[in-house]
């Protein structure tokens, strides 16, 4: 058994060919973890009892003749701003160093139910506001394919554990393309399903209108296998869809003949560089598997950066306000009064990136600035949300770039803030809109970094994402 | 110049966060950076535009509310767990009134 090249398939075959048990898996991915991790800081911690003790109801579940269910014997590693029961979950913050929730979110619950072992928690930035993993009060995350370079974030440690072969699958969680970016960083695939689709109770609340859980994975189908089974309604998050889950890898056995692709202008204007050429490569091949490739006009994109960094921040200082120093484990040891309490707390406890978007998102919704910006950052999302409509009335799905370049050196980017936010202008526009999205990878560049490509479809249509995103990968596309 | 020192202590007032001498001018510099960007959106007339708060799809009739029914919760143990200080089944905090 090779524990970097396992998929949820080859687990699979090898449980019921009692090849391998799942508590061999299991030993085997944790000790490759335990090895691994030094090079990347990518786990935060790893959980050996619960992850073992899943998979020995796993063997025993197989051992009487009973189906162990669709994620058997497959080491998860989860994304540190989801909670686990009974295992600290700091979210990447220096607040929450001590925290240990006393629930699962519904994503873990149901992962776990399907026989999946959640094997560590993995190194994000701070409440997942960045895009670098630099923002981490545990150190940044370097990317397992060229270390001197960050893995993209904020789920910088769940694209890196799967990239690196530690995990079989992760989840992370995507506001402005948390997961999509990192993903086309580590050269792994990386879904943000539709808003709604998969439950966000358990998921630390940053934006609640953009926060999504989606699947790491390093092929397409375990991807699929991983959002089928954590997707669907949950009466514990009102905003999850009723809609039922369709077949994900069931609609990746059809071809992308006849399927008509859009490519936004706006994406690929100044794309003059590997990630556009290799663009230009992933574009051709679908050509030649028979999508047809029609130009489209997003024509509000140049917009949305300023929309998202409103929305989120505005969210964000509201949903945080709960760290007060009452009820989450960190207090100032200096703080006398309540008012201290508060203040120190909070200056002691955040970094410096989440203080800088608490501030601007205070500053938004403040007395008098309301219409200014929230309110009209609200009604400029409902114009990129109609161009998105507008586009999926002419084509099936919209193929773009995931980031203007690939993995930069660590510390190249973290003192421009306004540089960083910059750059994630392909991403936040389908998390604005909330439709499904997804990056694949798409070769490399000269220097040998995994470049993406991101596919997108209408709300609900994760089967024509998946088909596409599969028939690119059955024809080559990954190394194109 | 969108934002300055002075009103970036009056929103780290608001946020109730404290903020060192170099955080306000570093936060001062970052922000006015920031809103200067946003003001971009001033380019757009949206006067006739819906704002959008949620996700809008086309979906059937939902049974998002639910009957009123209690059910199991935490018991005072575990909700008390993560407290900083607590005591007598109570969060601490320190005294707000003073006699």
Not at chain 1, 164 to 177: E, R
Not at chain 1, 240 to 259: C, I, L, N, W
Not at chain 1, 377 to 399: C, G, S
Request: proline content about 5%; glycine content about 10%; charged content about 20%.
């Amino acid at each position: 058994m090779d524990v970097h090249t396992l998929t949820i398939a080859s687990i699979r075959a090898g449980l019921a060919s009692r090849q391998f048990t799942a508590a061999e898996v299991c030993e085997a991915a944790l000790r490759l973890a335990e090895a691994e991790n030094s090079k990347t800081n990518a786990y935060l911690r790893l959980c050996p009892e619960r992850a073992m003790e899943t998979a020995r109801k796993v063997d025993a579940t197989i051992t009487a003749g009973e189906d162990p269910g669709p994620l058997a014997g497959v080491p998860v590693a989860v994304k540190d701003v989801i909670t686990t029961r009974g295992i600290t979950t700091t979210c990447g913050s220096k607040m929450l160093e001590r925290w240990v929730p006393p629930y699962d979110a519904t994503a873990v619950e149901r992962l776990e139910a399907a026989g999946g072992l959640v094997i560590g928690k993995t190194n994000c930035d701070e409440f997942a506001m960045g895009s670098s993993n630099e923002n981490s009060a545990f150190g940044p995350v370097r990317n397992p394919v060229a270390l001197d370079r960050v893995p993209g974030g904020s789920s910088g440690g769940s694209a890196a554990v799967v990239a690196q072969g530690t995990a079989t699958v992760s989840l992370g969680s995507d506001t402005g393309g948390s997961i999509r970016q990192p993903g086309s960083f580590c050269g792994v695939v990386g879904v943000t399903p539709t808003y709604g689709r998969v439950s966000r109770y358990g998921l630390v609340a940053f934006a609640s209108s953009l926060d999504h859980i989606g699947p790491f994975a390093r092929n397409v189908g375990d991807a699929a296998t991983l959002l089928e089974t954590i997707a669907g309604r949950d009466p514990k998050d009102s905003t999850s869809a009723f809609a039922p889950v369709a077949g994900y890898t069931e609609a990746m056995k059809q071809d992308a003949r006849g399927m008509r692709i859009g490519l936004p202008t706006e994406y690929f204007k100044g794309l003059a560089n590997d990630t556009g050429d290799q663009l230009a490569k992933g574009v051709d091949l679908l050509k030649s598997i028979g999508c047809e490739i029609v130009d489209i006009s997003l024509p509000h994109t140049e917009y949305a950066i300023a929309c998202y960094y409103i929305i989120c921040t505005a969210e964000a200082s509201s949903n945080l306000a709960r760290y007060d120093g009452v009820r989450y484990t960190f207090r100032s040891e200096r703080a006398q009064t309540m008012a201290e309490m508060y203040q120190l707390t909070r200056g002691e406890g955040f970094g410096a990136e989440v203080k800088r978007r608490i501030m601007l998102g205070t500053h938004v919704l403040s007395s008098g600035y309301y219409d200014a910006y929230y309110l009209k950052a609200q009604k400029v999302r409902a114009l990129i949300a109609r161009d998105f409509a507008q586009a999926f009335e002419k084509v099936d799905a919209l193929v773009a770039p995931v980031s203007p370049f690939p993995a930069f050196k660590l510390g190249e980017k973290i003192d421009d803030p306004l540089a960083m936010y910059l750059s994630d202008i392909y991403t936040i526009t389908g998390s604005l809109a909330g439709i499904p999205c997804m990056s694949v990878p798409c070769g490399t560049t000269s220097d040998s970094l995994p470049v993406g490509m991101q596919i997108l479809t209408r709300h609900f249509d994760e089967p024509g994402m998946f088909r596409l995103a599969a028939a690119f990968e059955r024809a080559g596309g990954f190394t194109v | 110049m969108k934002i300055g020192e002075q009103e970036v202590r009056y929103v780290a007032g608001l946020a109730n966060l404290s903020l060192s001498g170099a955080e306000i001018a570093r936060m001062a510099h970052d922000l006015d950076e920031i809103l200067t960007h946003i003001d971009k959106l001033n380019e757009l007339d949206t006067s006739a535009v819906e704002p959008m708060a949620q996700v809008l799809y086309e979906a059937g009739e939902t049974a998002t509310l639910r009957e009123d029914v209690t059910g199991a919760s935490f018991d005072n143990e575990t909700a008390l767990a993560n407290a900083p200080l607590a005591g007598a089944g109570q969060f601490k905090v320190p005294k707000i009134i003073e006699r």
